[in-house]
């Protein structure tokens, strides 16, 4: 396995990639609507704050628990199919979220939802390995990961304005953002046809040929870390460290998301052609440096200035590592072979690394404080160069 190091002439990105990125910003529109009143709406049903939260806590598991199953279903039949699949459970989850009569209703549907999201998840990451030319893989994963946080921007707002109809109306918008979606896959995404039998013939790259390359451990590895900081431990804890220092204020918690999104989606239009022209190591290992070190002092901000600019600090960490990650795995598995299982193994250590960061963290910082959660956090992440930089040793 090499490193891409050589400087690629512009490609154009292929019609087929842009379909997937307007898919993904509706959904992520979708998503956005109910994120600020998910919880509240499980306390809705006189529940408490633990039962409340676990509504947030089951989508990731079942997303972790069916991501192995999800790998031999995308395998079979091919990422264009379990993509629309994914999308059809996501939006009935989403559905019947709406019509819940129960806590425990709403439970079992969003963790429905879960197992539609690796589902989508895993597959569109198949499809951008199979459709994005090789010297924009880059690039066309930016473009990707941009629709989401621009979705994952504007949805919260909207969401705020939409909470006045009631919960279950917010749940019905993200299900028809969700169907609007799949209809634009089923309408414009077209991609070589199947044979009749459905299955997928193409080669299959197994778990353990994937686990034998080293870049591919070491993803495993920075993904982990990611998960724990980026889905996990600044979702989780921002808004209540916010709220916990004086000097700032919960209102700051917002906009410190809203500032770590944007200058994550600024970023990326720089840092996915700087994956492609640089390399996707040094990209990546920039990527959780830079993350690294500003994580380890973000819990102790006790001032507007610092607390907004580490924010907008760490989402530019952040850019460099989503799209140097996909580009590397879409080296690893290639554009002709079926790389579901080590797709979504990928995933699901991402998914791993969010519920372990989450409960992990949040126990260090009823314990010990705030600052000592948020330096354990950015000790993962600069562990995460180890890896890489092991790699660059046995390439060298």
């Keep these: 396995m090499t490193d891409a190091t050589t400087r690629p002439a512009r490609v154009p ?38 039962a409340a939260s676990a509504i947030v806590t089951v989508f990731a ?150 686990m034998s390359l080293p870049h591919y451990r070491a993803l495993l590895v920075s993904g982990f870390a990611n998960g724990w900081a980026t889905f996990g431990v600044r979702i989780a804890l921002v808004p209540l460290l916010a709220a916990n220092v004086p000097t700032i204020g919960a209102p700051m918690a917002g906009i410190a998301l809203t500032l770590m999104a944007v200058g994550n989606v600024i970023a990326q239009q720089f840092t996915g052609r700087l994956t492609d022209s640089l390399g996707r190591r040094p990209v990546l290992m920039l990527g959780l440096l830079v993350t690294g070190v500003t994580t380890l002092v973000f819990g102790w901000s006790t001032t507007i200035p610092v607390f907004l600019g580490l924010s907008v600090l760490t989402g530019v960490g952040a850019s460099m590592i989503q799209p140097a990650s996909q580009a590397m795995l879409a080296d690893i598995i290639g554009a002709d072979r079926n790389g579901g299982q080590a797709l979504s193994t990928f995933s699901m250590s991402t998914d791993l690394g969010s519920i372990a960061g989450t409960l992990l963290a949040g126990l260090i910082a009823d314990v010990f404080g705030f600052g000592w959660a948020f330096f354990l956090t950015g000790v993962m992440l600069l562990l995460a160069l180890f890896p890489w930089w092991r790699v660059g040793r046995v390439a060298a």
């Design 61 to 210: 598991l079942t997303r972790m628990v069916f991501a192995p199953a999800a790998g031999s279903l995308i395998g079979r039949f091919g990422e264009r199919w379990m993509y629309i699949a994914g999308l059809a459970v996501v939006a009935a989850s989403s559905f019947l979220c709406a019509v819940a009569v129960g806590y425990w209703d709403l439970l079992l549907w969003r963790g429905l939802g879960g197992i539609g999201s690796v589902t989508f998840t895993v597959s569109s990451m198949g499809l951008i390995v199979r459709l994005a030319p090789p010297t924009a893989r880059g690039r066309t994963s930016a473009l990707y990961g941009s629709a989401f946080l621009l979705g994952n921007i504007i949805g919260p707002i909207l969401g705020t304005f939409l909470a006045v109809l009631g919960f279950r109306v917010a749940f019905a918008i993200y299900g028809g953002t969700v169907v609007l979606a799949l209809l634009v896959v089923l309408v414009f995404l077209r991609v070589a046809p199947r044979p009749t039998t459905g299955d997928d013939v193409r080669p299959r790259m197994t778990l353990n040929e994937a």
């Design 13 to 50: 990105v292929p019609r087929e990639i842009w379909v997937l990125v307007v898919a993904a910003f509706v959904i992520a529109l979708g998503f956005g609507i109910i994120a600020p009143i998910l919880p509240q709406y499980a306390a809705s049903f006189d529940v408490g704050v633990a």
